[in-house]
């Protein structure tokens, strides 16, 4: 097996990925999309190597922290804002590009230290469902969420005036999540929408060929 490219993470496949020893030929193909992603925004895959019947993907090693020890961290809501809205547009961009990621969660988010938002480890099973992404995301805001809600809770004593407000929530604006959510979904809508038309259109000239009445 070929050594490991510097700053990299060896990552196995699973046993069903494989087929005779060899990769499974939609895993192989589904992985060969997933190294050609131009992005910045999501973590290189630099090969696929074998040894002894098994398969390692060779991951590009992204330095910063998990989206689970960047909220143990405390950041504010208006750090919590733009990694929101980072990943949406991340997640956004693949799925203009057919790519469902299929493996989100925190500690798949990475947070490098200049605070840009970057995914790691893009599954090599065949997920091609955009409502899966959806769905993990909509359970990462949920996460970030609590975690500044319980931050609040124990920073700051309850207010000694009614409407009176903590120095942190005076400072930044009260989270919105409902734009962000209604975009993912708006996205992932339209990218529904063409592949229907164009399975439509791909099957309506397929009966105009076969039609032997021309």
């Not at 143990?72 to 799925?95: C, F, M, N, Y």
């Not at 959510?181 to 038309?197: A, E, G, N, P």
Request: charged share 25%; net charge neutral; aromatic share 4%.
């Amino acid at each position: 097996m070929p050594l490991p490219l510097p700053s990299t993470i060896l990552k196995p496949l699973d046993a069903d990925c494989m087929l005779r020893g060899q990769l499974h030929p939609m895993i192989r193909d589904r992985l060969g999309r997933v190294r050609e992603l131009a992005m910045t925004q999501v973590a290189n895959l630099h090969a696929v190597v074998r040894e002894k019947g098994r398969a390692f993907m060779v991951w590009e090693y992204v330095q910063g922290q998990t989206l689970e020890e960047w909220l143990a961290a405390g950041p504010t809501a208006t750090q919590l804002r733009k990694v929101h809205d980072d990943l949406a547009h991340i997640v956004e961009s693949l799925h203009a590009l057919g790519i469902v990621h299929g493996a989100i969660h925190e500690r798949n988010v990475i947070i490098t230290p200049a605070g840009a938002v970057k995914l790691t480890h893009v599954s090599p099973l065949l997920w091609d469902d955009p409502e899966n992404d959806l769905q993990a995301v909509q359970k990462l805001l949920q996460l970030t969420r609590l975690g500044k809600e319980q931050r609040l809770g124990k920073e700051h004593s309850p207010p000694t005036a009614q409407g009176a407000q903590t120095a942190d929530t005076a400072q930044d604006p009260p989270l919105r999540h409902t734009d962000e959510d209604r975009r993912i979904r708006r996205s992932i809508l339209m990218v529904c929408v063409v592949v229907v038309v164009a399975a439509a259109a791909l099957a309506y000239g397929l009966w105009r060929a076969m039609d032997p009445r021309g």
